[in-house]
């Protein structure tokens, strides 16, 4: 079930099943470079958060993309490409639709119909994506701070990706990503 590389301690810590029950003594460097990992993301959310940013309430779905990359590397839905692509058509469905039609349970539930049929239909499915569009739905956000969502969103996943690169690293797995698409 999983990877062997030779000379490799923690080896065992990169799953191909999630599912898969791990002793304490391997769970703990996972649960460790994962834990770093949320410090980042909510040490900038914080920040964000003392601010009174709208921006910030669109950094919980990249927290959960976070834990998928780190536990589920080998996962279609952990290559760095498509996640940047599942993002940006979520967030964009969810930035603009709200702009153009306002706000409404109704509305963000078509939105979120329309993020799915589009990450369907462009094979770039990445559930923790699809919460960006409801929450982007839900948001507030105006002027400059609506103008820097899409941007912010991409960069919050590409600290993601880089932080789920450097955590596989420390946890002696050289092969993340194994695929980009």
Request: overall charge neutral; charged content about 10%.
């Amino acid at each position: 079930a999983m990877d062997p590389q030779p000379g490799n301690p923690l080896r065992h810590v990169v799953l191909d099943d999630p599912t898969e029950r791990l002793s304490p003594r391997l769970a703990l460097p996972l649960v460790a470079v994962e834990t770093l990992g949320l410090a980042v993301l909510f040490g900038l959310y914080f920040l964000l958060e003392e601010r009174n940013s709208e921006l910030a309430p669109l950094m919980i779905p990249p927290v959960v993309t976070l834990a998928t990359l780190v536990a589920m590397p080998r996962s279609a839905s952990s290559r760095p490409l498509r996640i940047l692509v599942s993002y940006t058509i979520a967030a964009s469905a969810g930035l603009l639709m709200t702009a153009a039609f306002g706000h409404g349970i109704p509305l963000t539930v078509l939105i979120g119909a329309i993020t799915l049929m589009l990450m369907h239909t462009t094979g770039t499915m990445h559930p923790p994506a699809v919460a960006t569009a409801l929450v982007a739905s839900r948001s507030t956000l105006v002027g400059g701070e609506a103008a820097l969502a899409l941007p912010f969103v991409l960069g919050v996943v590409l600290v993601v990706i880089l932080g789920a690169w450097l955590g596989h690293r420390l946890l002696g797995d050289r092969d993340y990503p194994r695929q980009w698409w």
